[in-house]
């Protein structure tokens, strides 16, 4: 049996709740309950065709949206089992954090972005807010997934001060400097955990890295040297996985003991206290910040701007802008039920409110049907149809 949570954990009791009031459910926690409604909504589903950093198919090996955000959820579920806090809350928030990504990764969110520049802008972590606030249709009696205030304020990692005054108490926080509940912090710091760690190794398998370009970064030698010690005859593609295990290893084991000492000397006694902190409590020491800052920048240089990825990049802004241009240009090259929802925006509130269907439509796709898309557009005009 799981231990009794902490004073300052979320639970269905000290909840805000959900926009749309339901009665609890019977064999679940509401957190469960969220849960289990982000792994049945579509948007989850396509996670497993969007890209992390190489484009889904590319090959079968690397991370996916979808696979990242099962690791997310496996680091935050570790760590906040260990420091007595919601399991199932952090897990929600981490399944749901990605919803709301372009096809093509940060080079198709970039690509959106700057299509609707003049519409309002476009940002991944509100809209995945708007994934399961509004856009997933499959329940009679409420629009979107209908989930608790907890989850939201864990999706909403992010967001520009105009549009965080537009949401009001879920904004709040952004606009009155406040924290969000632990959950929320954790599930936060997991992902940068994983996409570091899962980045490396991807990109060590693909080739576009080496093991000695990432010498110079003390912190994979120190592992590295631990594993070649440990395991002196072992080949390597188990030397990298030990590697990486060790890395995601040392660094949860630093995040729950510094996030345990400065929450005892806070010592909050509730959740609101944590909300009303100056500054967030689940955090790394600072030789740890040190080492993700260096395992970023690494990254940074010698994968994401790495002329193959690179090359990606430039491609997906091409089909994004190509296909929001053409969409925005003539709704009806969308597919009806996207037109006929453009036409009505339009007719009710003008461009802008149209735009933003277009670009609901162009975020929800998946690399491959952005692609084909693309292709399809390409062949009616060459054919004229
Ligand atoms: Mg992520």
Redesign the pocket.
């Known amino acids: 049996m799981p231990e009794e949570l902490a004073l300052y954990a979320a639970t269905p009791d000290n909840s805000r709740g959900r926009i749309y009031p339901e009665a609890p459910p019977s064999h679940r926690t509401e957190f469960q309950r969220d849960r289990d409604r982000i792994i049945h909504s579509s948007a989850f589903r396509r996670l497993v065709y969007k890209t992390q950093v190489f484009v889904n198919h590319e090959g079968d090996l690397y991370r996916t949206r979808l696979t990242?955000s099962l690791e997310?959820a496996q680091i935050a579920r570790t760590v906040a089992r260990a420091m007595r806090l919601n399991e199932d809350l952090v897990e929600a928030i981490s399944l749901a954090?990605?919803l709301g990504h372009t096809p093509f990764g940060h080079a198709g969110q970039d690509a959106l972005n700057k299509c609707m520049k003049k519409f309002g802008g476009f940002e991944h972590n509100l809209q995945s807010l708007r994934v399961v606030d509004q856009l997933e249709k499959c329940y009679a009696s409420f629009p979107g997934l209908n989930l608790t205030f907890e989850t939201r304020e864990g999706i909403l990692k992010h967001c520009s001060l105009t549009n965080a005054r537009e949401l009001g108490e879920l904004g709040k926080r952004f606009v009155e400097r406040q924290q969000p509940g632990l959950e929320a912090q954790l599930s936060n710091v997991a992902?940068e955990i994983a996409?570091n760690n899962h980045d490396v190794d991807d990109g060590l398998r693909s080739g576009l890295i080496k093991l000695r370009d990432l010498t110079d970064i003390s912190f994979f030698t120190q592992q590295l040297n631990a594993v070649k010690r440990l395991y002196p005859g072992i080949d390597e593609r188990q030397r990298i996985h030990e590697v990486v295990r060790a890395m995601i290893g040392e660094l949860v084991a630093d995040l729950i003991n510094t996030s345990q000492h400065r929450i005892e000397n806070f010592a909050p006694d509730s959740i609101d206290a944590i909300r009303d902190h100056n500054k967030p409590l689940i955090s790394f020491s600072n030789a740890f910040l040190e080492t993700q800052k260096t395992l970023k920048q690494f990254l940074r240089e010698q994968l994401y701007r790495h002329p193959k990825v690179h090359s990606m990049t430039e491609k997906a802004h091409e089909i994004i802008s190509v296909l929001f241009e053409t969409f925005q240009s003539d709704y009806e090259c969308m597919p009806p039920e996207h037109a006929q929802r453009a036409q009505q925006a339009c007719d009710k509130s003008g461009t802008a409110a149209a735009a933003r269907v277009v670009s609901d439509y162009i975020a929800g796709m998946t690399d491959r049907f952005a692609l084909q898309a693309h292709e399809a557009l390409g062949k009616n005009i060459t054919t004229g149809s």
């Open positions: 990242h997310v954090h990605d992902d996409y």
